[in-house]
């Protein structure tokens, strides 16, 4: 009975409120008709934006080589500078480096947005312009969709474009790849040794300005070419060696290579010297040279060492140059932006029939439960006053 009940409860509540709803058919349309004009006004008031849009293709990753340093080395500073943290892949990267308080900042700059979005702190300029941009990437093919909204369709594009600008100046920075490491710690190194070749260079000259020239024979010219070749070469090793460490584990097979090579080549050192004298300094037996001639061989050791080292160091210097170029951070342009013909937004159309769906059902909604009540309270009404009659 209970089931049977409550569906004739239903049934009659339906049927009250289809005849509220027509008896307030009236006004429903006309409240209707009301939120229309009202939305079509609205609508043709507020400002056209333009959209336009810019594809990019980032570099594409090889393992080891600049995606994986890059990767490694800008996700914590994006996450600094107020990018996304935590990416996982190339793209998501460059998307985060897009969104980044740096370049946002200076897209602020060079637009003069605090004072076209009137605003006086950089913060909320920088939180409209993040509002107008959008960044996305296709993970099939991993181009980079860059869409820039704006009332102006030629800033708008010029906007698009300068955001590919400064994410490439921004990649530009961070991209210190092993080349760049091993450049600058090789520039370093041949400043100082070009230090050390000059003094070595005055010092020989001195001496044989004092002591007039000093001739050696063949033998230990051959000798000292051989010790200075070596200590060069284990020099430039070491310095390979630091910067391998900078960045690489002690297992890195090519930290492992750089090492292994550093003892062969002392172990030959050692060799060398043990066979031909005593000490660190062995150029040939002592009681052959007189002192003085002694002191004019370790000189021209000296300078010799400093010759083979700097001409090691400028070879090195220049394949670490030629290895960043080709390292460089290389983000291709698909497709420029150019000023949009058609504007973006408002969608007026959508917005009026929206409106006016909304505006149709809340008002019938509406009216028809106000309608309901109102019968049912009148209802109550008149049972109460006709039991009063009946008990008087």
Known sequence: ??????????????????????????????????????????????????????????????????????????GGLIAQVGGAPGVKSQGELFVAMLKSRTVLDRIVDRFDLLKLYRTRYRQDARQRLLESLSAREDRKNGVISLMVEDKDPKRAAEMANAFVEELKSLAGGLAITEAGQRRMFFEEQIRHTKESLARAEEEIRDFQQRTGVFQIDAQARAIIDGIARLRAGIAVKEVEARVLRSFATAQNPDLQRVEEEIRALRAELEKIETSKGEGFDPIMPSGRVPAMGTEYLRKLRQLKYN?????????????????????????????????????????????????????????????SVMEVRNADRAVRQEDGMEGKDERG
């Open 307 to 367: 010759e083979t080292l700097y001409e090691l160091l400028s070879k090195q210097y220049e394949l670490a140059k030629l290895d960043e170029a080709s390292d460089a951070v290389v983000i291709q342009v698909i497709d420029r932006a150019v000023p949009p013909e058609r504007k973006s937004s408002p969608k007026r159309g959508a917005i009026i029939v929206v409106s006016t769906i909304l505006g149709f059902l809340l008002s019938a909604w509406f009216l």
């Open 1 to 74: 009975m209970e089931p049977q009940t409550t569906s004739r409860k239903g049934d009659i509540a339906l049927t009250n409120m289809f005849r509220a709803f027509r008896r307030q058919a009236r006004r429903i349309f006309q409240i209707t008709g009301a939120v229309a004009v009202a939305a079509a006004v609205i609508s043709f008031l507020l400002p056209n934006y333009y959209t336009a849009e810019s594809r990019i293709l980032p570099p594409q990753e090889k393992g080891g080589n600049l995606a994986a340093q890059l990767l490694g080395q800008a």
